[in-house]
Structures are given as structure tokens and as C-alpha cells.
């Protein structure tokens, strides 16, 4: 199977800085998209960024400018650089990733979350 493990979460004050990372790791034949969704308390989960195999990347309006999602197709791993963080950016981040196995099998695998806090 395939694991993702996210870090990088925890608690900043607002207009802070932080980034996180998603290593996906099993039995992987290669990755197509990766990206971030969070949820909030109360919220449904949304979308904040996919990033292509080839790079190319899509954020949601509210992160534009704020946040950068990036990859390490060597480390199979994805980066979420975020950074003036407002209080409304408090939630659980997900990371996923569109994975072919070695059995050639394709999905979307998603992280455990990891908790990310702003204090105003």
C-alpha cells in the first residue's frame, strides 16, 4: 500500500510563517498530483492546492499570494509553504496524492492531517 506522512503543523501567531511536508512512501510506480486540502472546525474540507506532475499548480483565491505549494518528485514528497497566516487558516491539513502502484492500480491516498494553529 502506499502511506502519506505529513509534518511541519503547529501553533503560530498571526502574520507567521509556516511549511509543511507530505512524504509519500510504499508501493509506489509513480505519482500524479499531489496537494493540500484543510478543514476546519465546523467546515467541510476544502481544496487550498494540487500541484500536476509536471509542476504546474492551482490554489484556491483565498491562499493566492499567501501560499506556495510545491514538489520533490526524487523524495516523493510535497511542500505547502504558507505564509502571512491569518487566524481563519486554523485547521487540519491534508495532503493527498494520485498514486499508480507497482500492481498498477491507481488512486488518491490522503494523510493523517496534521493541526495547524494561528493565534490572532
Known amino acids: 500500500q502506499v502511506q502519506l506522512v505529513e509534518a511541519g503543523g503547529g501553533l503560530v501567531q498571526a502574520g507567521g510563517s509556516l511549511r509543511l511536508s507530505c512524504a509519500a512512501s510504499?508501493?509506489?510506480?509513480?505519482?500524479?498530483?499531489m496537494g493540500w486540502s484543510r478543514q476546519a472546525p465546523g467546515k467541510q474540507r476544502e481544496l487550498v492546492a494540487v500541484i500536476s506532475s509536471a509542476g504546474t499548480t492551482n490554489y484556491a483565491d483565498s491562499m493566492k499570494g499567501r501560499f506556495t505549494i510545491s514538489r520533490d518528485n526524487a523524495k516523493n514528497t510535497v511542500y505547502l509553504q504558507m505564509m502571512s497566516l491569518k487566524p481563519e487558516d486554523t485547521a487540519v491539513y491534508y495532503c493527498?496524492?494520485?498514486?499508480?502502484?507497482?500492481?498498477?492500480?491507481?488512486?488518491?491516498?490522503w494523510g493523517q492531517g496534521t493541526q495547524v494553529t494561528v493565534s490572532s
Open positions: 493527498n496524492a494520485g498514486v499508480t502502484t507497482t500492481d498498477f492500480y491507481t488512486k488518491t491516498y
Open positions: 510504499g508501493i509506489i510506480f509513480s505519482i500524479h498530483h
